[in-house]
T-cell receptor, first 116, second 112 residues
Framework: AQKVTQAQTEISVVEKEDVTLDCVYETRDTTYYLFWYKQPPSGELVFLIR??????QNEISGRYSWNFQKSTSSFNFTITASQVVDSAVYFC?????????????FGQGTELSVKP | DARVTQTPRHKVTEMGQEVTMRCQPILGHNTVFWYRQTMMQGLELLAYFRNRAPLDDSGMPKDRFSAEMPDATLATLKIQPSEPRDSAVYFCASAPSNQPQHFGDGTRLSIL
């Protein structure tokens, strides 16, 4: 069975603080994808990143960085120097690489509130 | 930027009524997904299609929900009869083969 756990339901930080959102996953597949999506207050789901299980290199994109560790089945997301516009619900998700059509299994989401 | 288009954005209706939600996937995307988001269950997959063929609808209540793709530019999700527990945000997403999914803005459904 596949499962994604985001243990942090809500996080509140003050602007310019760094914040890390945790994601732990379970899968029996040896090959899979991991994702992060952002859902701002307006409600849409915005794709942020996809990593495949072959590639454990960390990735940085501007103020965003992702740490993928297969040994601990974790795919954590860090926002550096947070801004009010980062306030949103962030979802971690998992999909099989080659079968099941790419359907996403989502975590419950972490609501991030960045205060000025 | 190409976008997945969902209509209507909001729908309020009384229980027992038929509800039809529509989705126009991004041109060239051959895989279409329907997800439902509720406070209790979070985001869960209802059904998905590849090249218009249904691949998995195990997430849908079969007795009242149906999903179809009459053509490559339209996917529909119907609920008949609707019940208050169907109140949720319904998202459509599309993707080219083996690529990340792009989501529409969702249909916020309220069944009174």
């Amino acid at each position: 069975a596949q499962k994604v756990t985001q243990a942090q339901t809500e996080i509140s930080v003050v602007e310019k603080e760094d914040v890390t959102l945790d994601c732990v996953y379970e899968t029996r597949d040896t090959t899979y994808y991991l994702f992060w999506y952002k859902q701002p207050p307006s409600g849409e789901l915005v794709f942020l990143i996809r990593r495949n299980s072959f590639d454990e290199q960390n990735e940085i994109s501007g103020r965003y960085s992702w740490n993928f560790q297969k040994s601990t089945s974790s795919f954590n997301f860090t926002i550096t120097a947070s801004q009010v516009v980062d306030s949103a619900v962030y979802f971690c998700a998992l999909s099989a690489l080659y079968n099941q059509g790419g359907k996403l299994i989502f975590g419950q989401g972490t609501e991030l509130s960045v205060k000025p | 930027d190409a976008r997945v288009t969902q209509t209507p954005r909001h729908k309020v209706t009384e229980m027992g009524q038929e509800v039809t939600m529509r989705c126009q996937p991004i041109l060239g995307h051959n895989t279409v997904f329907w997800y439902r988001q509720t406070m209790m269950q979070g985001l869960e997959l209802l059904a998905y299609f590849r090249n218009r063929a249904p691949l998995d609808d195990s997430g849908m209540p079969k007795d009242r929900f149906s999903a179809e793709m009459p053509d490559a530019t339209l996917a529909t999700l119907k609920i008949q009869p609707s019940e208050p527990r169907d109140s949720a945000v319904y998202f459509c997403a599309s993707a080219p083969s083996n690529q990340p999914q792009h989501f529409g803005d969702g249909t916020r459904l309220s069944i009174l």
